[in-house]
């Protein structure tokens, strides 16, 4: 398996909905990441995992709790979410966390917040 | 802080013309520079990465760190290259510290005409 797999394709929830969104990859890589999307904008960097722990949290707000429970899977635990929340919210990874190491993007879970 | 900017958002050309995708970067070090494209209901995927120093689908791009330009060129555009181009920086500096997230640009959309 050669692709980065995300679950669900659309999520739609409520700001007191907890939900959970779910990246894997069966590729061997060591580094997982997640960015978040807003229509018209560049991806922006929210958390980066290397070797299965949290090497960096991008200020993100507490709403938003990354978990790494193995080296081929990355969730990210929703938790009272605001509308302006709403964004594809992409999962990359690569084979090492080096700066020269190709990330590979799944296809997003587009996130709306009523 | 390091900042990838694409000056162009929509850039429109005629098929079998010339094509470049301006890109300036800001980085204190030194930088790893990537292209990824992304074509319409398809994922975010890398195009070339200026350390790679190949030619992918026709484009190449060159490192200028004189002018700390990564344009990405093509001498003669198809209809297949209409897409989503987004120019990306990763480096010791960036977010994700010794694991590196990427930072891009704001994205150009290419369209090819006719």
């Known amino acids: 398996d050669t692709e980065v797999t995300q679950t669900p394709k659309h999520l739609v929830m409520g700001m007191t909905n907890k939900k959970s969104l779910k990246c894997e990859q069966h590729?061997?890589?060591?580094?997982m990441y997640w960015y978040k999307q807003k229509a018209k904008k560049p991806p922006e960097l929210m958390f980066v995992?290397?070797?299965?722990?949290?090497?960096i949290n991008e200020s993100v707000p507490s709403r938003f709790s990354p978990e790494c429970p193995n080296s081929s899977l990355l969730n990210l635990h929703l938790h009272a979410l605001q509308p302006e929340d709403s964004a594809l919210y992409l999962c990359a990874s690569s084979q090492g966390p080096g700066p020269t190491d190709t990330q590979y993007f799944g296809p997003g879970t587009r996130l709306t917040v009523l | 802080a390091q900042r990838v900017t694409q000056p162009e958002k929509l850039l429109s050309v005629f098929k079998g013309a010339p094509v470049e995708l301006k890109c300036n970067y800001s980085?204190?070090?030194?930088?790893?520079l990537f292209w990824y494209v992304q074509y319409s209901r398809q994922r975010l995927q890398l195009l070339l990465r200026?350390?790679s120093r190949e030619s992918i689908k026709g484009f190449t791009a060159d490192l200028n760190k004189g002018e700390t330009s990564f344009h990405l060129k093509k001498p003669f555009a198809q209809e297949e290259d209409s897409a989503m181009y987004y120019c990306a920086l990763s480096g010791r500096d960036g977010p994700g510290g010794g694991a590196d997230g990427l930072t891009f640009g704001k994205g150009t959309h290419l369209i090819i005409q006719p």
């Open positions: 590729m061997g890589h060591r580094a």
């Open positions: 995992y290397s070797y299965e722990k949290l090497s």
């Open positions: 980085y204190s070090g030194s930088p790893e």
């Open positions: 200026h350390i």
